[in-house]
């Protein structure tokens, strides 16, 4: 099945010579979850400009759904819903007018049935006659989600679209999130809530300085790039760690009193047999032992610290 975005070498360059986003490949499949990772100044927002058409590219090609996004703009946009980090809305309209216009501007026919039913999802449905003046900031983040899904795009972007927001928008963003993907709908989403992506997404991507670092289903990077760390509650605190143990992979924690041992999540030999014996030689006592995967924050952090 082809690919609902295809971008091939988008490149971003300013006339200051800086490169916002560098030779990006990305194929996004229809119906998945997609998250892209990365610190302030990545270049997610930068690629969502361009795949929007709201910025222009200095050389590759980018199509939605085979439309080009510079040859057949119209075709193109009209296939995607942008929510974006900026609250920018008309405050002196009603909510029921801001979507039923946006859905318009789509070229779409009236169905006040479907924005009806959007705004239920997203708990504006009371709100509906109100001005968008009169709302509150989680609010009117609610109505721009709603805009963005006024005429039914096949393709969402959202960017930061929970970022210093209550609980209950991003309980029930996410519940719409899913709704959206069990009826076909792509979505991409940034996010600086690692924990969301982990929980939300199929593939992962993560980019830094312009460049995309990597793309990968998501259970498969964390098998692949995942530690794991045993750590060992101490009887008595150490202040150093005895010269038998140093060949194994071990650090002290908490002044001491706990000892960590990091191994790789794939392999089957973990050493944790080996390691508990040998402290058993040593006399070491301890009074409990934990053991933890790592996370996708753990493993977004480590891949951007290694390209810096």
């Not at 969502?48 to 590219?57: A, K, P």
């Not at 009371?126 to 006024?150: H, P, Q």
Request: net charge negative.
């Amino acid at each position: 099945m082809p690919s609902i975005l295809s971008v091939s070498a988008a490149t971003k360059r300013y006339k200051s010579d800086f490169t916002a986003l560098d030779h990006v490949d990305l194929e996004i499949e229809r119906g998945e979850i997609f998250a892209l990772l990365g610190p302030n100044g990545a270049g997610k927002t930068t690629l969502i400009s361009l795949v929007c058409g709201t910025v222009s590219m200095s050389s590759g090609t980018i199509t939605v759904d085979g439309h080009d996004i510079q040859r057949d703009y119209r075709a193109a946009r009209a296939k995607i819903g942008l929510v974006p980090q900026e609250i920018a809305l008309d405050i002196f309209a009603t909510v029921w007018n801001t979507v039923s216009f946006s859905r318009g501007l789509f070229g779409r026919s009236a169905n006040p049935a479907y924005i009806e039913q959007l705004l239920r999802d997203l708990s504006l449905w009371d709100k509906r006659n109100n001005k968008v003046i009169e709302l509150s900031g989680g609010m009117k983040r609610r109505v721009m989600i709603a805009k963005a899904l006024s005429h039914e795009p096949d393709l969402l972007f959202l960017d930061e679209p929970t970022a210093g927001v209550d609980v209950n928008l991003r309980r029930d963003m996410w519940a719409l999130v899913r709704k959206l993907r069990a009826q076909g709908v792509t979505i991409i989403l940034t996010t600086h809530y690692i924990d969301e992506a982990e929980e939300m997404a199929d593939r992962v991507g993560v980019i830094d300085h312009g460049k995309l670092l990597l793309v990968e289903d998501k259970a498969a990077l964390m098998r692949k790039l995942g530690k794991r760390r045993l750590t060992v509650v101490l009887h008595e605190p150490m202040t150093e760690l005895p010269a038998a143990l140093a060949d194994w992979p071990l650090a002290l924690e908490d002044d001491g009193h706990k000892l960590v041992y990091t191994f790789d999540a794939e392999n089957e030999a973990t050493g944790i047999p080996g390691l508990l014996r040998k402290l058993d030689g040593l006399g070491i006592d301890y009074r409990d032992l934990d053991t933890a995967r790592s996370s996708l924050e753990d493993i977004f952090v480590g891949l951007v610290e290694g390209a810096a």
